[in-house]
C-alpha cells in the first residue's frame, strides 16, 4: 500500500507540475497578447497626433491667412479715410506721408515742415495744402 501512495504523492506532483506549466503558458500568453495590444495602442496614437498635428497646422496657416486678409482690409480702410480726410492732395503724396506713419491730420503735429520737406516728394506746395486743410506742425 506504501507504493500506491507514492505513486498518488508522484502522480499528485506530476499534475501540479503540469497545471504550472498551463498556467505559465497562459501568463506568457497573456503578456504577449498585452504586449501587442500596447503595440496597437501605441501605433494608433502615433496616427492620431501626427492628424492632429496635421490639422493643427493647417488651421494655423489659415487662421495666419486670415489674420492677414483683415489687416490689409484694415490697412486700406485707413489709408481710405486718411485720403478722404486730406481730400485734394496727391495720393503720391498722401503715401509718402501714410509710409512715415501719419495716417491722420493729426498726426502732423508730431513733425516739423523741415521734416516733412525732407520726404521724398514732399515740397513747399504740399506744405501749404496742408496747411490750408487744417494741418498743424510740431515747433
Known amino acids: 500500500m506504501a507504493k500506491k501512495k ?67 482690409k484694415k490697412a486700406a480702410k485707413a489709408f481710405d479715410s486718411f485720403v478722404a480726410e486730406l481730400d485734394g492732395v496727391p495720393t503720391a503724396r498722401l503715401e509718402t506721408f501714410y509710409a512715415e506713419g501719419i495716417s491722420s491730420l493729426k498726426d502732423f503735429t508730431n513733425w516739423t515742415e523741415k521734416e516733412l520737406l525732407a520726404l521724398k516728394g514732399i515740397g513747399p506746395a504740399t506744405i501749404k495744402q496742408l496747411k490750408e486743410l487744417g494741418a498743424t506742425f510740431k515747433g
Do not use: P, Y
Open 6 to 72: 507514492g505513486n498518488r504523492k508522484k502522480q499528485l506532483r506530476k499534475q501540479l507540475a503540469d497545471l504550472r506549466r498551463a498556467g505559465q503558458n497562459l501568463v506568457d500568453a497573456g503578456v504577449q497578447n498585452f504586449q501587442q495590444a500596447t503595440e496597437k495602442v501605441g501605433e494608433k496614437a502615433s496616427q492620431a497626433v501626427e492628424t492632429v498635428t496635421d490639422r493643427v497646422q493647417e488651421t494655423a496657416e489659415a487662421v495666419v491667412e486670415k489674420v492677414e486678409e483683415v489687416k490689409e
